[in-house]
């Protein structure tokens, strides 16, 4: 029986990928790969010739059951995402369950996950935290951030450049202008940057200057 192995990809700078994540993507049967173009230049610069197939939040429903029984056939499938670790706000959770159900073994490796060390860079407490990735767009937002106003452990929430002011305005809405936050952005890449201060500082900060890249929140926790 094959097995599935979870590789996690840099978030950034490409010297970020393991050697072990190398040898398994040299030596496993196929890719499954969230973007083939973007796994294809991250392949071409470890000379990595192995056969992709695109996997992605869009087929995965359709091809998760079908993908574990290749692996319950022989073969080794290794799961990458467009940066960071699979199933972590991106495609991977519903391929995992098929193969557990079908008792097909999982690998995941260690690597990189965007979150961690804007957590660590943040300066607030990360002894307990909670992961929220992207909060929904529409329906339960709101109710969802009322829930979290209240929450006193450290929180840590993914956004994209076009949301980042709208998502820091909601947050002081329902959190207070004064709570603590730290956002990152471009983690590991060459223009990597992180903002501390109140949410409200936030706001004018990120006013001011265009939000570019990718952004990772992280929010102090209600006091007790």
Known sequence: MGK???VP????????????????????????????RTTGFLLKHFGIETRMQSHHKFNEHQTSIYIAER???????????DAGTPAISDPGFLLVRAC????????????ATAFVPALVMSGLPN??????????????RQTRLKE??????TMVFYESPYRIVKMITQLAEFMGTDRKASVSREISKIFEETIR???????????AHEPKGEFVIVVEGKSK
């Open 148 to 153: 979290l106003a209240e929450e006193s452990r």
């Open 9 to 36: 990809t840099p978030v950034g700078n490409l010297e970020d990928m393991t050697l072990r994540a190398i040898n398994v993507l040299k030596s496993c049967d196929l890719i499954l790969a969230e973007d083939t």
């Open 71 to 81: 692996i319950k056939g022989g073969e080794t499938v290794a799961l990458v995402s």
């Open 197 to 207: 201060g109140t949410l409200s500082e936030l706001i004018e900060h990120f006013t």
């Open 100 to 111: 557990v159900e079908e008792d097909v073994e999982v690998e995941c490796l260690p690597g």
């Open 4 to 6: 599935l192995v979870v």
């Open 127 to 140: 002894d307990r935290f909670c992961f929220e990735g992207f909060l929904p767009q529409k329906k339960g």
